[in-house]
């Protein structure tokens, strides 16, 4: 064989297994949407899982308990077996455990933070586009037993926050965002009036004045020991809300890490500032806001609508005596902003995935139930129990809860919190969601409660100090490793074998080349 022909022959099979070395890398990393049976087997019985949380709310059970009556009762042949959490980090690393054991659940509530991080396993959640879409078993499909809502009366904002990549992996299943529970009768003593958007500055303002106190030592405002003037719930929702209003870096939908940022810096010396005066705290540092402001020992209280049944004196949930309790007007607003014109707070609010199995007729049991929880009946009654609201434009339109928003018997404070989320619904919004995006938000909570708990220990909040603080945040939480780093460059690893294959048959295929064309130009002047 000629040299010509021998080179020739290389040069095409370099470029073919090249090309379906390209296509193995590339299918191997995509997402292949489950493929629904043509028929649903009701000739044998289903066991499937479903982990939810409860927070002591025993009327969430119980509409767990009945969603799981009624769904059996339409299909006899599917057994649901329920295990409750008392908090969704508990749900996260059980998830976590059990993928590697194969031993997931079947249907989880969750969130799409930790979704991110379960479909790093090879096909661990199941994409659901094509079972939305499914003319019979998807969403309001022909063969599903029940009145489900169809594709178009799922609230699109909250079906968006269900994509991670370019799939569904979840729906949405209550949402919810957080709200600014106010004593009114402390900020009107203290000679302020009430604006209806109350801003970072307003808030610090009066939280100072506050701080007043009488010769005894107690404070002016209450006649109290104790005055923490405000206290957030959420200290990884304090930063990220705070940067987004700022339009400020945090992360991006590649998994690339902007939080170390000037405005991060200046949020964390604003944070030591009003420790400092004794103004602020966090739940993690003092203790749940809900308490304070219902002993008159917290003026603004920050945290989800879903919390609202604990806040105020009248709440229907307390965590307190009865003794404790001081008598006070409360009101409800959006979260603090810095800007009153441009309102911004994050949506948030419990999602479900599925997780795939071996049997698909076992997944399409599951989907089914999930589908169940979209049912006006259990949206409905579980938005009841706090300060959600349904995801579904079926439900949010129906009699039945229009009379819900309207019915005088339901706690007022609660009311208010969910009529300030559905008139603000267009000012919500969501962080990107990445394998490790979890590990950020971790890290967004650490900041702020690193400098409150050092102020309280007398440390200086020093630029030396934070710049500290960042490179410990982020070696314990990993972010250089996750997609990003203080200067925001993807760390993506080493390359894996089939690509490190395929880079090196392309350059096999330009070094044939150059190769085919010196020996093609030598014979040329050879001949000349």
Not at 264 to 278: R, S, W
Not at 359 to 366: F, G, H, I, K, R
Request: glycine fraction near 6%; charge should be negative; charged fraction near 20%.
């Amino acid at each position: 064989m000629s040299i010509r022909r021998t080179l020739s022959a290389f040069l095409a099979t370099t470029i073919i297994a090249s090309s379906m070395l390209l296509t193995a890398c590339h299918g191997s990393g995509r997402r292949v949407g489950f493929e629904c049976p043509e028929n649903f087997d009701t000739s044998r019985d289903y066991e499937i899982t479903f982990w939810a949380k409860n927070d002591t709310n025993l009327a969430q059970t119980r509409i767990y308990n009945q969603a799981i009556e009624d769904f059996e009762a339409l299909y006899p042949n599917i057994h649901v077996t329920l295990r409750l959490y008392t908090d969704y980090n508990k749900i996260y690393n059980d998830v976590i455990t059990n993928i590697a054991t194969n031993t997931t659940p079947n249907v989880c509530i969750t969130y799409p933070d930790h979704i991110a991080t379960y479909i790093s396993g090879n096909n661990t959640v199941v994409p659901l586009d094509n079972l939305i879409y499914d003319e019979r078993y998807g969403l309001g499909g022909s063969e599903v037993r029940f009145d489900a809502p169809t594709p178009e009366d799922m609230i699109e904002a909250y079906m968006d926050e269900c994509i991670i990549g370019d799939n569904h992996y979840c729906l949405p299943y209550m949402r919810s965002t957080e709200a600014l529970y106010i004593n009114k009768t402390f900020v009107e003593a203290l000679g302020f009036e009430l604006p209806e958007v109350v801003t970072w500055d307003f808030m610090w303002e009066v939280s100072n004045a506050a701080m007043a106190q009488n010769s005894d030592g107690t404070f002016v405002v209450n006649g109290q020991d104790v005055m923490i003037p405000t206290i957030y719930k959420s200290s990884d929702n304090m930063m990220i809300t705070m940067l987004r209003q700022l339009d400020a870096g945090y992360s991006d939908d590649a998994g690339s890490i902007y939080i170390f940022n000037d405005d991060t810096t200046n949020i964390l010396h604003t944070v030591a500032d009003e420790v400092a005066q004794g103004a602020f705290s966090t739940f993690t540092v003092s203790g749940y806001p809900g308490n304070f402001i219902n002993a008159g020992q917290c003026i603004f209280a920050i945290d989800s609508t879903a919390g609202s049944t604990w806040m105020g004196p009248h709440a229907p949930l307390q965590d307190i005596d009865e003794s404790e309790l001081v008598d006070f007007e409360m009101v409800v607003r959006p979260v603090p902003q810095f800007d009153a014109d441009n309102l911004q707070m994050i949506s948030q609010g419990p999602s479900i995935c599925v997780f795939n199995k071996e049997d698909s007729n076992e997944v399409l049991a599951s989907w089914l139930f999930a589908q169940y929880l979209l049912t006006n009946e259990v949206q409905i009654a579980y938005s009841g129990t706090e300060g959600y609201v349904p995801v579904t434009l079926l439900a949010q339109q129906s009699e039945e809860y229009r009379a819900y928003l309207e019915d005088p018997s339901q706690y007022s404070i609660k009311i208010d919190a969910v009529n300030m989320l559905l008139q603000n619904i267009d000012n919500t919004f969501v962080t990107p969601v990445f394998n490790g995006s979890t590990s950020l938000r971790n890290a967004a909570a650490q900041l702020i409660n690193s400098v409150v708990k050092s102020v309280r220990r007398r440390e200086a909040i020093t630029d030396d100090y934070i710049n500290n603080l960042y490179a410990e945040v982020t070696a314990l939480y990993r972010l250089d490793q996750l997609g990003g780093g203080k200067d925001g460059k993807a760390n993506l690893g080493p390359l894996p074998t089939q690509s490190k294959i395929m880079l090196g048959s392309i350059g096999a295929v330009w070094i044939g080349f150059c190769a085919y064309f010196a020996f093609d130009l030598y014979k040329k002047k050879k001949n000349a």
